[in-house]
């Protein structure tokens, strides 16, 4: 392998002990920030007894990072809009936003240098990928306050590509502007990773030019990854990131070697956790992703709860060369586990589980319906003519430990969503 590096690669091959150094240097400084420079942050640090002013003064780095308070999505729609921002607005040159489903979004706000951050962290993961100066990519994510589409041509042009900013849906443009513009590289949400592959095989052509995809913004299981290296005939990378901590790519994404996420370390500092204890886990252990970051400015993130479940793969060199932290691809969210007549899931399973049945396409709903307090469960699926409800039935039996009820639908009969895909619903069949 010949590892590719955006221009500051001696940051991505930092031996162990000196990036070690950057972080504690850089976790001070954070601590600095957010208590000198936010009352909700400040108040945030007294609730758990520390004394905001006097705790940069003392504080080690990272081996006293676990005295600090964790802080989740609740304490960015508590502060909306801009209640834990660590600058005056005057300083402030762009925001994005996510909605979830409950509640005040969650917004983001940035400096020039926190700008400067992410385009840097994606431009790190154009280079990673194997893109070089010139390359056309095709962002496909929509351009707005989903942090997708601007994220990833902020990094794009840092890493000197020429970007064909698409935004998302109408596919058959898509095809055509890759085709007339020698698209190398697409970038978008996982889902829309499929619907391209659909649309190529629906009018029977390729795309002679493309041999990179970079997906990610939702669960995205081994099945689902190879169906897109196949069927595209291209090299897929998982990128990572969210609103808090900046945006994609913020968070890294898998090398060439495949084998986990590579966090960039000097930027975020990763713990896994146990959801229910709050403690720190083995390596190894699948638990709720904790991020710090190191470098932002307007509105830094401390021990945020992300609600990601994921293990730390290895804190080894990694065979590109890089020396920062792999984690497993991310798995499900807290928030995602479904519990059915006893038995706990995640989606992602139901996906993977779908996935190893021949003819099974990847678009399926989980329905779970609710009468008088009982939960149970139909998953519907499309597929290709010859498999049948049973076939999908008895795998799904044989892998998740209960028999779903379900349907099997033809090709394009499942409902699609812009952006990222909705994959669970929930119906009430109780009588008013
Ligand atoms: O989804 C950022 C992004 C955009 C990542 C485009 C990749 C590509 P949010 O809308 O704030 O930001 O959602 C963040 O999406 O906490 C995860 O639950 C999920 N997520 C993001 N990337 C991945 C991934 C963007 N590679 C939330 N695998 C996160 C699995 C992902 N889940």
Same mark, same amino acid.
């Given at each position: 392998?010949?590892?590719?590096?955006?221009?500051?690669?001696?940051?991505?091959?930092?031996?162990?002990?000196?990036?070690?150094?950057?972080?504690?240097?850089?976790?001070?400084?954070?601590?600095?920030?957010?208590?000198?420079?936010?009352?909700?942050?400040?108040?945030?640090?007294?609730?758990?007894?520390?004394?905001?002013?006097?705790?940069?003064?003392?504080?080690?780095?990272?081996?006293?990072?676990?005295?600090?308070?964790?802080?989740?999505?609740?304490?960015?729609?508590?502060?909306?809009?801009?209640?834990?921002?660590?600058?005056?607005?005057?300083?402030?040159?762009?925001?994005?936003?996510?909605?979830?489903?409950?509640?005040?979004?969650?917004?983001?706000?940035?400096?020039?240098?926190?700008?400067?951050?992410?385009?840097?962290?994606?431009?790190?993961?154009?280079?990673?990928?194997?893109?070089?100066?010139?390359?056309?990519?095709?962002?496909?994510?929509?351009?707005?306050?989903?942090?997708?589409?601007?994220?990833?041509?902020?990094?794009?042009?840092?890493?000197?590509?020429?970007?064909?900013?698409?935004?998302?849906?109408?596919?058959?443009?898509?095809?055509?502007?890759?085709?007339?513009?020698?698209?190398?590289?697409?970038?978008?949400?996982?889902?829309?990773?499929?619907?391209?592959?659909?649309?190529?095989?629906?009018?029977?052509?390729?795309?002679?030019?493309?041999?990179?995809?970079?997906?990610?913004?939702?669960?995205?299981?081994?099945?689902?990854?190879?169906?897109?290296?196949?069927?595209?005939?291209?090299?897929?990378?998982?990128?990572?990131?969210?609103?808090?901590?900046?945006?994609?790519?913020?968070?890294?994404?898998?090398?060439?070697?495949?084998?986990?996420?590579? $966090?960039?370390?000097?930027?975020?500092?990763? !713990? #896994?956790?146990?959801?229910? @204890? *709050?403690?720190? &886990?083995?390596?190894?252990?699948?638990?709720?992703?904790?991020?710090?970051?190191?470098?932002?400015?307007?509105?830094?993130?401390?021990?945020?709860?992300?609600?990601?479940?994921?293990?730390?793969?290895?804190?080894?060199?990694?065979?590109?060369?890089?020396?920062?932290?792999?984690?497993?691809?991310?798995?499900?969210?807290?928030?995602?586990?479904?519990?059915?007549?006893?038995?706990?899931?995640?989606?992602?399973?139901?996906?993977?589980?779908?996935?190893?049945?021949?003819?099974?396409?990847?678009?399926?709903?989980?329905?779970?319906?609710?009468?008088?307090? $009982?939960?149970?469960?139909?998953?519907?699926? !499309? #597929?290709?003519?010859?498999? @049948? *409800?049973?076939? &999908?039935?008895?795998?799904?039996?044989?892998?998740?430990?209960?028999?779903?009820?379900?349907?099997?639908?033809?090709?394009?009969?499942?409902?699609?969503?812009?952006?990222?895909?909705?994959?669970?619903?929930?119906?009430?069949?109780?009588?008013?």
């Amino acid at each position: 392998m010949r590892p590719t590096y955006f221009n500051d690669h001696v940051q991505e091959t930092l031996p162990l002990a000196s990036l070690r150094r950057l972080q504690d240097e850089r976790l001070r400084q954070t601590v600095l920030r957010v208590t000198t420079g936010n009352v909700y942050y400040r108040k945030l640090f007294e609730s758990v007894g520390l004394d905001a002013s006097g705790i940069a003064a003392n504080f080690r780095g990272i081996e006293d990072i676990t005295k600090l308070p964790t802080t989740s999505k609740d304490d960015f729609r508590k502060s909306y809009p801009l209640g834990m921002c660590c600058v005056p607005k005057m300083e402030l040159r762009e925001m994005h936003m996510s909605s979830g489903s409950t509640g005040s979004p969650i917004v983001m706000p940035y400096t020039v240098n926190d700008l400067n951050q992410w385009a840097m962290c994606m431009a790190r993961c154009y280079r990673m990928a194997g893109t070089q100066p010139g390359d056309v990519i095709q962002i496909t994510p929509t351009f707005g306050l989903f942090n997708g589409g601007f994220g990833m041509y902020h990094g794009a042009r840092a890493a000197d590509l020429f970007v064909v900013p698409t935004g998302s849906g109408n596919t058959e443009r898509q095809i055509r502007l890759a085709k007339d513009f020698g698209t190398r590289i697409f970038g978008g949400v996982a889902s829309y990773g499929i619907r391209l592959l659909e649309a190529l095989e629906a009018s029977g052509s390729k795309l002679e030019s493309l041999e990179i995809g970079i997906f990610g913004a939702e669960t995205f299981t081994a099945g689902l990854k190879e169906r897109l290296t196949n069927g595209l005939g291209i090299e897929v990378f998982d990128i990572y990131g969210m609103t808090e901590t900046g945006g994609v790519g913020t968070l890294g994404m898998d090398c060439p070697a495949h084998c986990g996420i590579h $966090v960039w370390e000097d930027q975020y500092y990763a !713990e #896994v956790i146990n959801p229910a @204890t *709050g403690g720190n &886990v083995p390596d190894g252990t699948i638990g709720e992703l904790v991020i710090t970051s190191l470098q932002r400015e307007a509105l830094p993130v401390i021990r945020f709860r992300t609600g990601d479940l994921t293990s730390i793969v290895s804190r080894d060199v990694c065979e590109c060369g890089r020396t920062h932290v792999r984690i497993a691809p991310i798995s499900g969210r807290t928030d995602d586990m479904l519990i059915i007549k006893g038995v706990n899931f995640f989606p992602s399973q139901v996906e993977q589980a779908l996935l190893e049945i021949p003819g099974v396409l990847p678009h399926y709903q989980i329905i779970i319906e609710e009468t008088d307090g $009982v939960k149970d469960i139909r998953v519907n699926v !499309e #597929v290709e003519s010859g498999v @049948t *409800g049973f076939v &999908v039935e008895k795998h799904l039996k044989e892998k998740l430990g209960f028999s779903p009820k379900g349907d099997v639908f033809k090709a394009g009969e499942l409902p699609r969503q812009d952006g990222k895909a909705q994959r669970v619903f929930y119906k009430s069949n109780d009588k008013k």
